[in-house]
């Protein structure tokens, strides 16, 4: 709408109750691509998934050029066998479409599907995703294809799954082809009604950009300078919705054929291009492809918040883990392997975070194309090979995690996930500073919160934040009244909530706030931004944080250096040898302070010397925390240390990122994993008398003649080797378990 407010994206077909996988265990398997290999292979394929405990593979992914060779010719009769072989040896089958990318025949005979890049230059045939996703005809077709796939395999006892397409956007998310552009407007008027409305909503007094004609409207490709920032929000907004209609057309057909099927299409984690809150709401299951860098020792940390979306996009059900790499990957600059042990440690870390189940991207590793050096579950080596062999173990392990299937993770934190502030606020030009990033805020106020002990669940910035005793918003660029009076409700229920820098700065279509950030959330956090103060490259401001006294009363609304005379002046305890005075790079903010909002951290250098950094306000029975710098890693363990005591949440003391500790739990049981993701030996302490599903002894694999390290425990205490894990059962308590390390820990 004109005013602001955000028009609806499409809406998904409603579904009266949730289908569930066709699978009675937790999946294990991978993708599968048969039609690269000959029939001779196929047997023994099945006999060694049979052999690793496989149950569920996903197929056929890309052989739409091998069901459909011609024109309305399809060949079935391969894929039958293959789907009967698996069948026949007990594993099921997550199907998919086929339709992730075009048969050469239809690009040759409708080159005008093909999408186009930002600079007008169409995209050639070659790779995969080789489409328009607005093109009329792609979506004739696809509907076409995914219909004969549902009426040929609808009814066959091993469908347990519809997977549709692959990984919406990893090549193609935005097209800028005269196609995309005819959609856009369509699209436009939808939401805004008129030219009138348009003109207004993205302020096209600026530049003399107003429009006169629908038609002089193009999607926004490469410039002479800086293009209009709300049409850019928009093309976001509409490059999601287009996907979302692309995805939707299949499910109505899958739905039609088969009522009963449960649909998925997989994710990509934290991904950017798609708004996967919309997404979600439209399938039965979320499922995942997730490739942590095994180079990277703390990549675990941002798995857990990608984890944490993929389990709150549907409230809190489990979901799937639907592919990951059992070593290298192909894509990177450098694919370093995984080592002996992680391959299992980064499956059980998924199910930990409500995964029911670990897949793979894929069987058998292939021979040729792109992805010949992406690993396997079965390498180059066949049964040789070190990722065979440690599927085959992880595959007889998994099974006694049976009863943790269908339990929900328990989760007291929730860090608020926000498409359009994530947009808006990475806008390419026009913006205070480039430095900074939502993703990398996000990652370093997860990365706090899961040193400090805790799994994090994400939420819309409307909620629901019902069971939550703390919520966090690493930033909110884009800020309505709703999202406000909802935030503002759950402070004054009594949670503790906080909220980042650049947050509150523009309405739906990017108009700064009347009297400027934070806008909407101004009365409750109890600040008022006068300017964005950016940190230049290679430069860093300080920051002190100070503990509040009790009953300071109210402070001045200009806090300036003498602040500590109004009862501030105590610091924030340290922790070890840790100093209350941290680095600030990227971001600063020069804030006017309301009475009765309290001083927890000022700048002590800089021309923001003196001023308030972070503050606090309480509402009701709860409080709003600003945050309105980009803190060192050590800064926001500081600040969420003195947040979590104020939640009445525990925090761990010391701190250590190779440790992690999850629960999942049904009415009765507690399951507790607790997961060494480094190199060296950690002992914790652990609930008494708990029982390890895992069988009290966990093996590290590293290779057929070195022998496995086992894990020990000791009255309450348990010892993890690298890469050690534990899923600990224990009576359901009125809180989950919470793990420390242990003071015996070196």
């Known amino acids: 709408m ?20 066709r699978l009675d265990a937790l999946a294990y398997g991978g993708d599968y691509n048969p ?46 066998r293959v789907i009967e072989i698996l069948w026949n040896a007990g ?72 997977h549709v397409s692959n990984e919406y956007g990893d090549h193609v998310s935005r097209c800028w082809c005269p196609e995309s552009s005819a959609h856009f407007r369509r699209w436009l008027q939808a939401r805004y009604g008129d030219l009138d409305g348009l003109n207004d909503a993205w ?62 299409t997989n994710f990509m984690s934290l991904f950017r291009e798609l708004d996967y809150w919309t997404f979600a709401e439209a399938e039965d299951l979320v499922t995942d492809d997730a490739y942590p860098d095994p180079a990277d020792p703390h990549a675990h940390v941002p798995a857990a918040l990608n984890y944490g979306l993929m389990r709150s996009l549907k409230g809190g059900r489990p979901w799937l ?42 069987w058998r590793q292939a021979k040729y194309g792109q992805e010949k050096f992406h690993s396997a579950m079965l390498g180059h080596r066949g049964e040789a090979s070190r990722s065979f062999q440690e599927t085959k173990a992880f595959g007889a392990e998994l099974k006694r995690l049976a009863p943790v299937r269908g339990t929900r993770v328990r989760s007291r934190v929730a860090l608020v996930v926000d498409w359009d502030s994530w947009w808006g606020s990475s806008a390419p030009e026009s913006l205070p500073s480039q430095r900074l990033d939502w993703l990398a805020q996000a990652r370093a106020w997860n990365a706090a919160l899961y040193e400090l002990g805790h799994a994090v669940d994400t939420v819309r ?29 759950y402070v004054a229920a009594g949670g503790q909530l906080v909220l980042g820098p650049f947050s509150g700065v523009v309405d739906g279509t990017e108009k700064v706030h009347d009297g400027g950030a934070p806008g909407p959330l101004r009365e409750l ?110 800064g926001m363990l500081a600040v969420f240390r003195t947040v979590l005591a104020a939640a009445d949440l525990p925090a761990r003391e010391p701190t250590d990122t190779d440790l992690e500790a999850v629960t999942r739990s049904d009415e009765t049981t507690d399951y507790t994993f607790v997961l060494n993701h480094g190199r060296r030996e950690l002992t914790v302490d652990v609930p008494e008398g708990a029982e390890d599903l895992l069988g009290g002894g966990l093996e590290t694999l590293r290779s057929s003649t070195s022998g496995g390290l086992r894990s020990s425990t000791d009255g309450g205490k348990l010892t993890l080797p690298p890469f050690g894990a534990a899923v600990l059962a224990t009576p359901r308590a ?13």
């Not at 998934?49 to 149950?55: K, P």
């Open 2 to 21: 004109a005013d602001g407010t955000p028009t609806p994206t499409p809406t998904p077909t409603p579904t009266p109750a949730p289908r569930s996988i």
């Open 35 to 80: 039609d690269q290999w000959p029939e001779s292979v196929w047997l023994e394929d099945a006999r060694l998934m049979r052999e690793a405990g496989v149950n569920l593979v996903s197929l056929p992914v890309f052989s739409w050029p091998q069901l459909e060779p011609e024109p309305g010719v399809y060949d079935w009769g391969w894929l039958d």
């Open 91 to 162: 594993i099921r089958i997550d199907l998919a479409t086929a339709t992730a990318t075009p048969p050469s025949w239809l690009i040759r005979r409708l080159p005008e599907m093909l999408p186009w890049n930002e600079q007008g230059r169409q995209l050639e045939f070659g790779s995969r995703q080789a489409y328009c996703p607005s093109s009329p005809v792609w979506r004739e077709h696809v509907e076409r294809m995914s219909r004969a796939m549902a009426e040929r395999y609808g009814e066959h006892p091993a469908l347990a799954l519809w």
């Open 203 to 264: 302020g096209v007094n600026v530049w003399g950009q107003r429009y006169t004609a629908w038609e002089h409207i193009e999607a926004p490709r490469q410039a002479t300078g800086p293009v209009n920032p709300t049409q850019l929000l928009d093309f976001e907004r509409f490059s999601s919705d287009a996907l979302l209609e692309l995805f939707q057309l299949e499910i109505d057909v899958l739905r039609e054929v088969t009522p009963d099927i449960a649909v998925t």
């Open 321 to 362: 883990l639907l592919e990951q790499a059992a070593s290298a990957v192909s894509w990177r600059d450098v694919n370093v392997p995984k080592a002996p042990g992680q391959m299992r440690i980064d499956s059980l870390q998924a199910i930990a975070h409500g995964s029911d189940g670990a897949m793979f991207f894929q």
């Open 461 to 489: 910035a409307t909620g629901p934040f019902t069971g939550y005793d703390l919520v966090v918003v690493p930033n909110l660029y884009i800020a309505d009244v709703a999202q406000a009076a909802a935030l503002a409700d």
């Open 525 to 634: 956090l109890g600040v008022e931004v006068d300017e964005h103060w950016p940190v230049p490259d290679g430069q860093a401001e300080r920051i002190e944080l100070v503990a509040v006294s009790a009953g300071s009363g109210d402070l001045p609304r200009h806090a300036g250096p003498d602040a500590s005379s109004h009862g501030v002046s105590q610091r924030i305890p340290e922790s070890g040898n840790r100093e209350a005075t941290f680095d600030a790079p990227v971001w600063g903010e020069w804030l006017e302070v309301h009475d009765g909002t309290e001083i927890v951290g000022r700048y002590v250098s800089g021309e923001l010397a003196g001023r308030a950094a972070v503050t606090r306000r309480g509402r009701g029975d709860g409080t709003a925390w600003y945050v309105s710098a980009v803190l060192e890693p050590a």
């Open 734 to 746: 009125e809180h989950a378990p919470f793990i420390t390390l242990s003071d015996t820990t070196d």
